[in-house]
């Protein structure tokens, strides 16, 4: 039984892992940093992209206004000010992208338009 005992308590944390991973992914561990780099056209152009995907749209970005990333616990999350076009009428948009660069992984977390 004790040996039982013991095998539990070493599963434990790859059972619980998965779970504490999934909850930590939103949260943050640092402030928001204004950034100015050419990854940040990238990631626009990703939650534009993505976002035609999901709403079957045809955006086009037209500039970043601005940007800024937080560190996470696992991976970098970005909030973008860009505007967009339909072909219509140019908005502005606050996008949210979370990154995982070692995994290659990038997910559209928000794209709301910034009223105005």
Known sequence: MQQFHH???LLLPFIFLPLMISVT???AVGEWTPIKNPHVIE???FAVGEYNKQRNASLK????????????FIGKRYRLILKATDGIATREYQA??????????KKLVSFDPIQG
């Open 7 to 9: 095998f539990l308590v």
């Open 25 to 27: 992914e939103v949260s």
């Open 43 to 45: 990631m626009a152009k």
């Open 61 to 72: 970005l037209v500039t970043v206004v601005s940007g800024e990333t937080q560190e996470a």
């Open 96 to 105: 949210i992208v979370l990154e995982k660069e070692w995994f290659s992984f």
